[in-house]
């Protein structure tokens, strides 16, 4: 008895200071926060468990830290809010605060961005993701004027992930291929048939045989399961795909200045942690989907990689052109890309 009276007062000491804890809780923060915190919302296209919502969820994290509960920000993975294709538009109109665009989804419209979509050869997304931004940075194009662009990155360079093994350009020729943007004119530089759709529609071409294979980074072998239907890759290193998040102005305008100045601090800092997560994350579920799906990777010959360049070198020409039609000094950019490209892989 004596010790079940020991054990009472202990568990009503525990529930009292749990209460006054949490007393003391709200009235710290009534005291910091005078009004209510600032809610967004953050609308993406993919599901939850893809990088590019991996991010959003750090990007989230790190704005409620920083702003320390000031600015809440509530998320829409998968389509919920805003889809693939009316992303840009629905934050312009407001329906999402914040938006997660797929820039490859949207050809001829960012004449500028492009450039870092070229059949380049990056290496990897930290230094794709950290030149489109760079290159955002420094020419502030018109294209991207009518919304706020809270970050960008890039994945990296975008293999073929097929049913059949595709050894060489030889077993490409003829073949569909799910691609979009650049990395659709690259597969039919190489011979193959590309067919174009957004990420969320890959699932079902896969599944209805629409699609031999696809033409992305390699990562989703894991988070969208292709490994299944997938269960060869061929290293190209093709072109990457862009990404941009962007917020609709009015919202941006209507922040506090410290709230802004926040966010543009950690606009380069998530293009880099983005980048690096992409990388790390692609390494591993190369590693997973060999143990799980007995992956077999192969890689293009030195021929057939310069065959793919030399009947990919109008990609250059035409963005050249487009872009300078854009007004936008093509050359220029082109050379900065190249430059920030072998920076960054330094
Ligand atoms: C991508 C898009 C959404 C979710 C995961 C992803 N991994 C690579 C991409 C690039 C892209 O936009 C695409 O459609 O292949």
Redo the contacts with the bound molecule.
Sequence with gaps: MKRFLCLAAFLALLVLGGCSDADNSSADSDAANQSEPIRLTYANF?PAF???CVQMERWKTEVEKRSNGQVLVETFPGGTLLKAKNMLRGVVEGQADIGCV?M?YLPGVFPACSAVELPLGFESSRSSSRTLWALFDKYRPEELQDVKVLTMFA?PPSNIMSREPIRGLADLQGKEMRG?GSSSRFLDAMGAVSVSM??PEVPDALQKNMVQGIF??L??LQ?MKFAEFCPSATIVDGPV?LFAVVMNKDRWDALPPATQQMLDELAPDQADWTGQYWDAHTAEAMEWARAEHGLQVFALSEEDRATASAQAADMFTDWTQAASKAGLPAEDILQDVRAWKQQFEQ
Aim: aromatic share 6%; net charge negative.
């Design positions: 993919p893809t990088v590019p797929g490859s994945t979009s957004p990420m992305t980074s990562e989703v988070d795909y």
